[in-house]
């Protein structure tokens, strides 16, 4: 349970907040760059934590990110013109470019243009695109950090697949589903007994993830143990949570997340070899946010079948439309059949992704966690919310979160592995990992410059 100033402190993330503050100390993704592909394209509009903006790739395929106002009138430079190098109001001219410069003043005269440009220009972000998504720095703090070395972003583009969905509800609700490995013991499982018919149910409820990283018998074992063991370490870019139920006979199935400043999430559930899932969820405001999805796989490139099932709906992918919105959602009670809750799985609703979106919403659009009753499998949650609001205190004070100026620490894997009921956490994340925190030291020197 949190205090309403504490959970106010967790939620708020406008600009001048202490968590929207923490953010904004951190690259962040705030578009695919599928999105804006194409050179003197459509500008995209865009809001991120209360603070609307639009983004637009130049004549030479450098991206931008500005604030929307021109500064002669106010028009919204959504309806001006991308042309030769910037973006054109339509009103009168006026042009700006990436760094939101003004460049051109048709209705002032000649030889005022200088001056008048230097009081004309308009707020800009630096971008830089990395991973397949436009990532955006939205603090004052310069000189700029390095983007952290999240794995699947220093891989080329056939080793990964990204997209983004659209939730609705807060980003921290959201976030605390992505790390609560517990809930698998009800809101993904299938409907049945331990027979043949179970294995089919099972694949259907892991629809997407990679053969060999869930099957019938990991299924099983998170329904048959819903009290799993939690064990959590922080490190330097944020913590790593691994939890255990009882396998087979001398044995704990273990499934191992990582939590990464100021809002990343790996997956649990990849065994050595398997493509690896993550997810990044980034505020739209107080009520929405935007979950960016990748998953990425270090040894080979993906298969056709996996990025077809993952544009279609599987994984921690849903189905969507093209504007990135969950088919099954809030205005449908994301389709909800109660004859399949009955007899396939425990939801009535298709789809792990659109699980996980179902129950989170259900909680409001900012949870009231002034009202809930915690347990020793929410462990993870209570670390998450202390690492956060932590943070942000420390940062209040000045002191800047240590992972910002640590961005190695963030080449990190998650995942799932079987071992001996005899060894200890940082035995099995040796075991998994050859790290006790899930630390791997390759594709280290694939991290691009900051200059543009």
């Not at 030769?84 to 006026?94: D, M, Q, V």
């Not at 259907?204 to 993830?209: H, P, S």
């Not at 990283?213 to 691994?242: C, F, I, Q």
């Amino acid at each position: 349970m949190l205090s309403a100033t504490d959970n106010e402190m967790l939620t708020k993330t406008n600009m001048g907040t202490p968590m929207g503050n923490l953010f904004r100390e951190f690259w962040i993704p705030v578009l695919l760059s599928e999105e804006i592909a194409q050179p003197d394209g459509p500008q995209v509009p865009l809001k991120i934590m209360g603070e609307d903006l639009l983004a637009f790739r130049n004549t030479e395929g450098k991206v931008g990110l500005i604030e929307p106002r021109c500064s002669h009138r106010g028009a919204n430079l959504f309806f001006g013109r991308n042309e030769e190098g910037g973006i054109r109001c339509a009103y009168h001219g006026w042009k700006f470019d990436i760094e939101g410069q003004c460049q051109e003043m048709p209705t002032v005269p000649p030889e005022a243009v200088s001056r008048m440009c230097k009081k004309a220009s308009i707020k800009s972000y630096p971008v830089r695109e990395w991973g397949g998504m436009v990532w955006a720095f939205m603090s004052s703090r310069r000189p700029l950090p390095e983007l952290p070395h999240l794995e699947f972003a220093l891989l080329p583009t056939s080793h990964l697949h990204v997209s983004k969905k659209f939730q609705e509800c807060n980003w921290a609700q959201a976030a605390e589903g992505g790390l609560d490995t517990a809930h698998f013991s009800f809101l993904h499982q299938p409907v049945g007994l331990n027979t043949e018919d179970m294995k089919a149910k099972a694949a259907f409820a892991v629809k997407g993830y990679a053969k060999g990283t869930m099957n019938h018998e990991h299924v099983r074992w998170m329904r048959e143990d819903s009290r799993p063991r939690y064990e959590v370490k922080k490190h330097a870019a944020g913590m790593v949570l691994g939890t255990s139920r009882q396998a087979n006979e001398g044995e704990r199935y273990w499934r191992i997340a990582q939590y990464l400043l100021p809002s990343h999430g790996y997956t649990p559930s990849a065994t050595p070899g398997q493509t690896y899932h993550g997810q990044t969820w980034i505020p739209i405001d107080d009520e929405n946010c935007w979950v960016f999805v990748y998953s990425w796989n270090p040894e080979r490139p993906l298969t056709e079948e996996e990025r077809t099932t993952f544009k279609e709906g599987g994984a921690v992918y849903p189905q969507k439309d093209a504007n990135y919105v969950p088919l099954r959602n809030r205005s449908n009670n994301y389709l909800i059949d109660r004859e399949m809750q009955k007899t396939e799985n425990f939801t009535g609703i298709v789809g792990v992704s659109e699980q996980d979106a179902a129950i989170q919403d259900s909680q409001g659009s900012i949870a009231d966690r002034t009202r809930e009753l915690l347990g020793p499998t929410d462990l993870g949650v209570v670390q998450f919310r202390r690492l956060m609001l932590g943070s942000a205190i420390e940062l209040q004070k000045g002191v800047t979160p240590p992972a910002v100026d640590a961005p190695e620490s963030y080449h990190v894997r998650a995942g799932g592995i079987v071992a001996s009921e005899q060894k200890s956490f940082a035995e099995v994340m040796e075991k998994r990992f050859g790290d006790e925190i899930g630390f791997v030291r390759s594709n280290v020197d694939k991290v691009p410059s900051l200059e543009r």
